[in-house]
């Protein structure tokens, strides 16, 4: 799903929730409001209805990096708007990646500890338990590698770059480089 | 009768598309295209094409005869002597008959919101800085959809009230 369909879904769910939330109480707040038109601008701006009006055809990169990052800092951040589901039941949000990462990073700190913990003792009965920790860490640095593919087929399919993606990239590549240090 | 294909500025924002056709149930047809004539929101009449249009041209071919009855042509409206991205742009297209009969004179709106796409795109990236949506964007987006469904349901009357006031209010200042 690339992102002028993920938008345009997303604005699809969110003014049905409107509708739905006036019709229940008959109120939405104005700052939630607001996300939607915003939502709505973001959505006439690269669906290109407006090139009748001397809009450009063609949106620069520069130009979708901001719309893509505007449309993941408006998502998830009012009750309208909610993170948007992909054709497979994924969500296609930077924030499904920083879930993974973070769970990999924790993986990552607890293999680090058991094997500064048998460095520390020095003990020959827990090199196995080294060895297998070492081995964990192999299996581990290359499901990250297997994440990191993934995620650069997801941007691709986004169409876009996302700031918040390369920012994880590069943390997650500075700390690759960390741990083979260790190792 | 005159069918209007595209009446458009262009995206390097400031050249006007004329495509127009005139479909005639006669062979040879009647009628012609006569002119191109360019009224302003500052020159508009509900009426017809003003006295005073900024832009005139007529339609001829290479003997100066009105023979025409497919027009596509470009016109630069940096020659005009306005500001392109504060004018609403009337285009008028009349027909002329080589019957008695009057021709018909048909219109279409053309504007430039170049303005409005760059401000708005650099107050998206405002907008990550800041906790809230500034009213003021708010406020413009809804000045311009306004104008918007205004020229698509042929109100140009509110379309021009809309426009001055958009650009009244935000003359000047970032959207």
Known sequence: ?183 | MIVINNISIKEDGHTLNVSAVINSTTYPPTTYFDSIIIDTQDTYLNTGPSTTPIYTHSIVDVDNHHTLTTINMDIDLSQVGVDITKTMFFVYLKETSTETIVGETKFDVAISLRDYYVSALSSLKDLDCKCSIPKDFIDTYLLVKAILLCLESKSYDMAIRYWNKYYITHLNCTV
Request: glycine content about 2%; cysteine-free; overall charge negative.
């Open chain 1, 1 to 183: 799903m690339n992102i002028n369909t993920t938008i345009n879904v997303s604005l699809q769910n969110a003014l049905l929730n409107y509708f739905n939330t006036l019709s229940d109480i008959g109120y939405v707040e104005y700052p939630d409001v607001y996300k939607l038109i915003v939502l709505d601008m973001i959505n006439d701006i690269i669906s290109l209805k407006l090139t009748k009006y001397a809009f450009p055809t063609i949106v620069s990169e520069d130009d979708i990096r901001t719309i893509t990052t505007t449309f993941y800092n408006l998502v998830n951040s009012t009750f309208l708007i909610p993170v948007p589901i992909n054709n497979n039941g994924s969500t296609p949000t930077p924030n499904s990646y920083y879930l993974d990462l973070s769970y990999l990073y924790k993986y990552i700190a607890e293999q680090i500890v058991t094997i500064n913990e048998s460095i520390n003792t020095k003990d020959e009965a827990t090199n196995d338990k080294l060895d297998t920790a070492v081995l964990a860490i192999n299996s581990t640095l290359t499901s990250i590698n297997n994440t990191l593919i993934s995620m650069n087929t997801e941007i691709s399919n986004l169409g876009a770059t996302d700031n918040l993606v390369i920012e994880s990239l590069n943390n997650l590549a500075s700390r690759i480089k960390i741990l083979e240090f260790k190792i």
